[in-house]
């Protein structure tokens, strides 16, 4: 597979990864985890190579591996670990095959790909196949990915086709009769591969009948203000990237709830609580199902 040009910065790598910048630089150190080019002033510099190097290493590493054990392995050792790690789940469901499914993707047949998604909407509703279906077939896809067996195109080819459908089955919904539940706004703070779950999020919310703002862009977190001050809302969700929120920015929204008295702050799409403190009205989820589970109890 041919690599593309981009260029990454080690920042880039903590943001996409969850690995904290000063740990990467130990493993290089220690493990030669990545060999970084530098630029003439000696800032590191990452190539797509390197990145999906990294994603795999913190992908094992979540899932229990030891960094000293990852390091030992070679990249097809590596490869082979991810992927025997990431099918674990796979034969849970004997009619959902990923493997099967993505072929239509693969050669970029969008009406073979849909057909074969469309029964487990049809039957499980939209929001039980995107939690138990479409969800982990993203998840594969990014794996899959990382570890060099698809293509980026191929990769955002799977993702933009399930945005379709979240959209869709979104303007489909109907508008909940009777009396209506208290604002949500919606936030997305930065790019990442998760746009599809805050998509569905949206969905989620609408469908319970709650009165949602969502911007669909790319917004700084002081932009929360300024929503508030046009349109007051009583909860906040926060597509937080997975990995880029630090103790400091979420202490930020922490405040923000105080401030504009919000009932509930939720950080979505946390792989794991990376925050070691508990803050006042927020809330960490890590998935689809967590977030879920969570507005159940909104009132």
Excluded: C
């Amino acid at each position: 597979m041919e690599e593309g040009l981009n260029v990454f910065s080690i920042k880039d790598l903590e943001n996409f990864s969850g690995i904290k910048a000063h740990t990467i630089r130990i493993w290089e150190k220690r493990y030669k985890i990545l060999e970084p080019d530098r630029t003439d002033s000696n800032i590191r510099t990452y190539s797509e190579t390197e990145l999906k190097k990294i994603l795999n290493v913190a992908y094992l590493n979540r899932n229990g591996l030891k960094i000293s054990k990852i390091a030992r392995l070679n990249e097809d050792e590596l490869t082979q670990q991810v992927m025997t790690v990431s099918s674990k789940h796979d034969d849970l469901d004997q009619d959902f095959q990923p493997g099967k499914i993505l072929m239509s993707a693969i050669r970029f047949n969008e009406v073979l790909f849909k057909e074969a998604l469309i029964p487990f909407i049809k039957y499980q509703g939209i929001e039980r196949a995107y939690s138990r279906y479409l969800y982990p077939l993203l998840e594969k896809t990014r794996i899959l990915w990382q570890t060099g067996s698809l293509s980026r195109a191929q990769e955002q080819f799977v993702r933009n086709t399930i945005k379709q459908i979240i959209i869709i089955e979104d303007n489909l919904l109907e508008p909940v009769t009777g009396k209506s539940k208290p604002t949500v706004a919606m936030i997305n703070t930065s790019d990442n591969l998760t746009d599809n779950n805050f998509l569905f999020y949206k969905y989620a919310l609408k469908k319970r009948g709650f009165d949602v703002i969502f911007t669909g862009g790319i917004l700084p977190a002081s932009e929360v203000i300024e929503i508030h001050k046009i349109k007051p809302f009583e909860y906040l969700v926060v597509n937080s990237s997975a990995f880029d929120f630090a103790e400091k920015k979420i202490g930020y929204f922490s405040n923000i709830g105080k401030s504009l008295m919000l009932k509930k702050i939720i950080l979505t799409d946390f792989p794991e609580e990376y925050s070691k403190k508990s803050y006042d009205r927020l809330i960490i989820t890590k998935d689809p199902v967590h977030f879920i589970k969570t507005i159940e109890s909104l009132r």
